[in-house]
């Protein structure tokens, strides 16, 4: 749909190509370059008729085309004050993005600090536990794997395997300076055909 200044755009040029129609018809000339005011002051155009062409544009203009071109001028004029604004609304959200970004950043370094630092503490905390788990495993270690505890250790499982050997056999008398090769020889098979049934 046209706007107000299209529809008063084009009657303006309707009524110039009304009037050059005209003055072209009466001067006799092919076209709008050849107007001059030689063609004017032919013998042929009267005072009348230069009259109402003179009134006919200064009515054009003053009604039509000065309305249009101040609506023109003022539109223009607030185009270049949305221009200025729009300017200044850029700088603004550059400069807030600017503001934005560096905080962005600032936090970014901050929370890398924080990192850092709860890193570096976990690793010592970890690398401590390690080292004391280490002494103590190696102390443990140390104590279970000490010479004497071996030997002792060697004489203890030697006591209980010659232990194991032993046989106590009740109701026979233990005497101090005894030969218990012989004993075993010559009592054991004894009281075990005495003691022990075979089926």
Excluded: H
């Amino acid at each position: 749909m046209p706007t107000l200044a299209d529809r008063t755009l084009k009657l303006v040029k309707e009524g110039r190509d009304d009037i050059m129609k005209d003055i072209i018809k009466q001067t006799k000339v092919s076209g709008n370059s050849e107007i001059t005011c030689e063609a004017l002051f032919s013998r042929n155009i009267t005072k009348e008729t230069l009259c109402y062409w003179v009134y006919d544009l200064c009515r054009l203009v003053n009604e039509e085309a000065i309305p249009l071109m101040e609506d023109a001028a003022a539109s223009l004029n607030q185009l270049d004050e949305l221009r200025a604004q729009n300017r200044d609304d850029q700088k603004t959200i550059i400069t807030l993005q600017s503001e934005v970004i560096g905080k962005r950043d600032e936090e970014i370094r901050v929370m890398k600090e924080s990192l850092k630092s709860t890193v570096k503490s976990e690793m010592k905390s970890y690398a401590s536990a390690v080292t004391k788990s280490c002494n103590a495993i190696t102390k443990s270690c140390s104590d279970i794997l000490a010479p004497k505890r071996i030997c002792s250790a060697i004489q203890t499982g030697a006591e209980s395997a010659e232990k194991r050997k032993n046989v106590i056999i009740l109701g026979v008398m233990e005497k101090t300076d005894e030969d218990v090769p012989t004993l075993v020889d010559e009592d054991l098979p004894t009281f075990w055909r005495k003691w022990v049934k075979y089926p």
